[in-house]
């Protein structure tokens, strides 16, 4: 075997020598010494400068966002108070005003709005992805909420005079993109002005409930929830309390810390969780499901759940957010006040607030809630509907607020978000928020006000921040990223989400954009810290297809960004520590090697794809690269490549490549005969971003990537030494593959290494595409002491396998078009006694951007989801007309038609919604690659009478494995099959997980104590008389299966009023 392996490298390599010139490219770039020159990369320069000139884009939207906030202060305070505003006395650009204008039955056309709403003209905006008015702000105000009420109106008013400030904002930096100001009230303005982006199904948008105003508005929280679950708790009023848990966790951020119990006579948390955890994406969502399995029983024990509360917010051996500390009690009603509680644990101080919640309809004395409530600095809140969750449990936010207002200035400072969906369309953005508060007073003397008004915010794209970093100096393994104090990446090339939630932020963990290892978390702790730090590492990388796994050096040097939370990053390998930068100074030269860039050059020099990169600002883009090419001729015959407009270094280097693959046509390809070594194709590939196949006609199959630093193989061959055999992809699901047509190949490649100067760099990837038909047949031959492919073949099988398991070439006719599956699937006893025998590891792991199509809808039938409906019985009950229960249900029925999806799916809805399409998941990716065994190696697959001898061992310079065995005997032997498939997955197990949680750090700054506080407005009950008319009829619908028309509801808190 030993012999045959030998064979198998001879033969390769001397193809590679022959046809991929290595060699001859090394003497091509010194012969073109004079055309480029070498530069270095510096790393810490490099991410000092990036660093600095982040700081500075951010540092103009602080100063635009400061404008603002200080301007709506004064604005609001100069602002007259007017109890008779109406509709008609405010005119303002209504941002739904058009889709509601469309919709026939949208609440406003049938009320016959009153409001004076403007009709804008609007220009396609590129930088927005939009179109947009810069003349006007827009409004959005959320659907719960009555747009004609008085505190509104007085709200669009005073809000009006920041459109002056937006515009001047503008005009001082006009790479201002949204700038936003998200009022306690509910209303959003925002600048320029934009149609509202209105989804299929009623809009639920609040701009209190999104990430950056929530950030703004509050200092970071450890909050625990309880849920009194003791039988008086009906069951419409325990799924009022589910929902209002839901919406409760929603507006929590991942700077908060939050556990949820449930009590009755004893109180146990509701999920696996035993203590605060982070309000992360995942563990909020184990609350939720685990919520929806609480049953009521039992009589109901405030103390236990009061002390489980207080116990939890006193565990220090933990980590959370250590400011603002909360208890949040959902109830039916109750008479224990529970004070000896709160003198053991929270008196005299009271550094823990206590919300309460009133739950559904009753009778039952609001009193002791409304007193726990106020005797802890907290608030009393009734939902006794659908409806009122919403508004109800964000409201408390208000209430935290209350220590920051009272700060003052030095609460004023500017936070910088995690990543998240625009909700205009603008993609992936960062926020810059500050909080904006009321600085009127009741009264001469008063005390000042203790009300946030507000937060202010204003976008900045991520693609405005990468057009900062390096681009193609860091070669195609470098890299830029940046972290925040939660260890999201703020930039990676590994960010890239399949589908985004606007309702959640994008929270990609550093290590779980990369492969973990002790060295990145160390590296990760560092960078959150602030701290600056260079580190070389041998680390596990992914190809880009997502298909292999493989060990390489990588240099990390880190800085943090100034005067923000994020943290800057910079990896490089060490090849590309330098790199070529082209000096095409003679005009002449330019031309003769553009000509070589020209259509009617492909036939004799070899077709060329150029990488679809901005050279220019006036080059149109296109996904099709021979289009490409012919927009970037066109532009290259108006235009020089030391034009102003253009991309000096991209163009230079583009042409200077151009030349140097074309001289590789000239010394080593044409005059060559590719048949006589069954080679479809030869290839080079270079930095800076030419790809030349030859001849001309193989382009026609040419599948890779034309950008070279998007092409898995061109990435691969720098990373490992030799030749990197990639077999075409096959997914098991698919059928085999067709030979007939004689065009399915085997790419071959390596990098040529350069040593100039005594630095040594990489920037070009040389190979061949073999005729996979052709080459099996040779194999049969090499792998044999055969001489002729028809001489009879003995029952052995003889197999090549790539580093990642995935079949290259085989012995057997029946598996040909079977080449380049994983080998599992071709033959699962022999790959899993090659991974029993460590000739392969195993590495797994999670992406969590992946996109999943949506679980198939539950009951879709016509009665309401959820809805207690009264039985004939109890219809003819006068008793039960007078009840709770029907009380509630009116109540449930009146509120909740706005959350149409309550009550019922409806499918068509769904059927045109993306969101319902797809959905965010977690997939398990499982990638393998060669372990530690290098040598020659002899086993037997031990399975009594099907019993195999294989012999194994890696060829020489390749990233091979030659593999004999004897043929399978029988089929009794299946001791498994692995995996290499991506599959869905739940994920690591999230129990588990927040045992041993991931470093972080909370904000620097916490306000949640100020001795001057008043906290006396701690709510107050409201009720509505029951109508037994609407009553009467609200049970004939409901008989009748006729919902009727959601009603404009009005629900401005009363403390708004400023």
Known sequence: MQHWARRLEQEID??????????????????????????????????????????????????????????????????RWQDNIKEEDILYYDAKADAELDDPESEDVERGSKASTLRLDFVEDSNFKNKVNYSYTAVQIPTDIYKGSTVILNELNWTEALENVFIENRRQDPTLLWQVFGSATGVTRYYPATPWRAPKKIDLYDVRRRPWYIQGASSPKDMVI????????????????????????????????????????????????????????????????????MVAKGTTGYKAGFEYAFDQLQNSNITRANCNKMIMMFTDGGEDRVQDVFE??????????????????????????????????????????????????????????????????????????????????????????????????DGPGEKKNQLILGVMGIDVALNDIKRLTPNYTLGANGYVFAIDLNGYVLLHPNLKPQTTNFREPVTLDFLDAELEDENKEEIRRSMIDGNKGHKQIRTLVKSLDERYVDEVMRNY?????????????????????????ANLSDQILQVKYFEFLLPSSFESEGHVFIAPREYCKDLNASDNN????????????????????????????????????????????????????????????????????????????????????????????????????????????LRPLELENDTVGI?????????????????????????????????????????????????????????????????????????????????????????NNSFYTRKESYDYQAACAPQPPGNLGAAPRGVFVPTIADFLNLAWWTSAAAWSLFQQLLYGLIYHSWFQADPAEAEGNPEARESSCVMKQTQYYFGSVNASYNAIIDCGNCSRLFHAQRLTNTN????????????QCEGGRLLQKETHSDGPEQCELVQRPRYRRGPHICFDYNATEDTSDCGRGASFPPSLGVLVSLQLLLLLGLPPRPQPQVHAHASRRV
């Not at 966790?249 to 109180?267: C, G, M, P, Q, R």
């Open 960 to 971: 091979l494995l030659f593999v004999v065995a004897e043929k399978p005997l029988c089929s």
């Open 14 to 79: 001397g193809v590679m020598r022959i046809f991929g010139g290595v060699q001859q490219l090394r003497e091509i770039y010194k012969d073109n010494r004079n055309l480029f020159e070498v530069q270095e990369n510096e790393p810490q320069k490099l991410v000092e400068k990036v660093a600095g000139d982040i700081e500075s884009l951010l540092d103009r939207k602080v100063q635009a966002l400061k404008r603002l906030a200080d301007a709506a202060e004064n604005f609001q305070k100069a602002h």
């Open 747 to 835: 790419l071959v490649s390596t990098a040529v290494e350069l040593s100039l100067g005594g630095h040594t760099l990489r920037p070009a990837v040389v190979g061949v595409k073999l005729d996979l038909e052709a080459w099996a047949e040779k194999f049969k031959v090499l792998a044999s002491n055969r001489t002729h492919q028809d001489q009879p073949q003995k029952d052995l099988l003889c197999v090549l396998i790539d580093d990642g398991g995935f079949l290259v070439l085989s012995n057997q006719n029946h598996q040909w078009d079977q080449v380049g599956r994983f080998f599992s699937e071709v033959d699962a006893n022999l790959m899993l006694a090659l991974y």
């Open 226 to 293: 309880i849920v009194d679950v003791s039988g008086s708790v009906s069951g419409l009023t325990l799924k009022l309390m589910k929902t209002s848990v839901c919406e409760m966790l929603d507006t929590l951020s991942d700077d908060d810390y939050v556990n949820v119990a449930s009590f009755n006579e004893k109180a146990q948390p509701v999920s696996c969780f035993t203590h605060l955890v982070q309000a992360n994406v995942r563990n909020k969502k184990v609350f939720k499901e685990a919520v929806q399995g």
């Open 344 to 441: 053991k644990y929270n008196w005299p101080n009271r550094t823990v607030r206590v919300f309460t919640f009133s739950v559904g309809q009753h009778n039952y004395d609001v009193t002791p809630l409304q007193w726990m409530a106020c005797a802890n600095k907290g608030y009393y809140f009734e939902i006794p509907s659908i409806g009122a969750i919403r508004i109800n449990t964000q409201e408390y936010l208000d209430v935290l607020g209350r220590p920051m207002v009272l700060a003052g200035k030095e609460a004023k400072q500017v936070q910088w978000t995690n990543v998240y969906e625009d909700a205009l369309g603008l993609g992936l953005v960062v926020t810059g928020t500050l909080p904006v508060f009321n600085l009127t007073q």
């Open 626 to 733: 021979t289009e490409f090419l012919k927009n970037f001729i066109e532009l290259m015959e108006k235009v020089t490549p030391d034009s102003k407009q253009c991309n000096n270094f991209l163009l230079h280097n583009l042409i200077l490549d151009t030349g140097i693959t074309q001289q590789l046509v000239e010394r080593v390809w044409r005059d060559q005969d590719l048949n006589t070594y069954s080679l479809l194709a030869v290839f080079a590939a270079t930095d800076g971003g030419i790809t030349r196949v030859f001849p001309n006609k193989a382009a026609d199959d040419w599948t890779e990537n034309p950008e070279p630093f998007n092409a898995s193989f061109y990435r691969r061959s720098l990373d490992n030494h030799g030749y990197v055999f990639k077999p075409p992809h096959q997914d098991a699901l």
């Open 557 to 581: 040097t880190w800085v943090p960004i100034r005067s923000t939370n994020y943290s800057l990053g910079l990896v490089l390998p060490p090849y590309s520590t330098f790199y070529l930068q």
